[in-house]
């Protein structure tokens, strides 16, 4: 027997061997290992939580900004941090998807700060719990936004959207509290919520569009108000959008004035790295001089996830201030998304 046959009859009785020894009696078999799967019903990021027909996606933000602020006489720099992390779980059922959904921000000027954001349970065509209302959306591409007040509500209640109507359009309704109140009724007292409703249309091949209305009823002091707002999405060319907004409210600060405002903005994405934005929108009140705010800004995107933000935006004061000011910031933010 040479030494090449003599090797291998040993390997051969050394497998032989310790197959028998794992089958030996009392001799614990290894533990099944319940390795997470990849769901795919959901889109991209979801899988299995283990043991369940329940699928999760975490994902989250960071957000390093450093702002530069003058308004009058005073001028200041800041460093603001914040971040945030949502989970969103989604289960089939009889009843359709299951859905619950929560995020929760840090932020504050240390970060300090800890907020709950959306949290709502979805069932169907039915949300409740605490969420923006259906009449949210901004003006602008950038950080800052033309915020028209009552379209900028949130808070704990219900609401019902009905997506599936067939060539793309939607109408939904809901109502809540508000953010620091969530009493919506007491005896003795007058009702105090916001109520919104939206109809629209989306997935165009020129975009999308959408009208919505809000109602605040205000405990006291007959100051109820109400708005109506259009937004429309446009894809005008290639790598270049357009938003266009118009809002009218009846009451609201600064005072029970009425108010309108139009704003624009273009959105050009000049490589697959880099975009740029700019904007202006103007609102006119009854008792007060028309304020302006304009915005331009810029992001490139080292990877995907990774975005560097550059961005100024100017308002004009309109009287609403006194001494009246005009102010001016200027941002470089960097935002990690995962």
């Given at each position: ?106 932020g504050g000027t240390d970060g300090g700060d800890i907020t709950l ?33 009552l379209f900028d509500r949130g808070g704990s209640g219900a609401q ?179």
């Amino acid at each position: 027997m040479n030494m090449k046959t003599l090797l291998g009859t040993a390997a051969g009785l050394m497998v032989a061997t310790g197959a028998y020894a794992a089958d030996l009696p009392g001799e614990a078999a290894p533990a099944a290992v319940d390795y997470v799967k990849v769901c795919d019903a959901y889109g991209a990021g979801f899988f299995y939580i283990p043991g369940t027909e329940t699928c999760l996606d975490i994902s989250g933000r960071v957000r390093a900004r450093v702002v530069y602020e003058s308004e009058g006489d005073a001028d200041l720099v800041r460093f603001k941090t914040d971040g945030r992390i949502q989970f969103d779980a989604r289960t089939a059922s009889d009843l359709g998807t299951v859905r619950s959904f929560f995020e929760t921000d840090l932020g504050g000027t240390d970060g300090g700060d800890i907020t709950l954001g959306d949290a709502f349970i979805q069932v169907g065509y039915l949300t409740v719990g605490k969420f923006g209302d259906i009449a949210n959306g901004g003006s602008f591409y950038g950080d800052a936004d033309v915020i028209w007040s009552l379209f900028d509500r949130g808070g704990s209640g219900a609401q019902i959207l009905v997506d599936n109507l067939g060539g793309g359009f939607y109408v939904g309704a809901g109502i809540h509290g508000a953010e620091a109140n969530s009493v919506i009724w007491e005896t003795g007292s007058q009702a105090e919520y916001t109520a919104a409703a939206a109809v629209g249309i989306n997935g165009q091949s020129w975009g999308s569009f959408d009208l919505s209305a809000v109602y605040v009823a205000v405990d006291g002091n007959d100051a109820d108000t109400w708005g109506v707002k259009a937004t429309a999405d446009l894809k005008l060319i290639d790598k270049l959008t357009a938003r266009l907004s118009a809002a009218y409210e009846d009451g609201g600060f600064p005072g029970d004035d009425s108010m309108a405002g139009i704003a624009g903005a273009l959105k050009y994405q000049a490589t697959d790295a880099l975009a740029v934005y700019a904007g202006v929108g103007a609102t006119f009140w009854d008792d007060a001089d028309e304020v302006v705010t304009a915005q331009i800004g810029a992001d490139y995107s080292f990877t995907p996830d990774l975005i560097l933000t550059a961005e100024g935006n100017y308002t004009t004061d309109g009287g609403i201030n006194t001494p009246a000011d005009d102010s001016w910031s200027a941002m470089l933010k960097l935002t990690r998304n995962w």
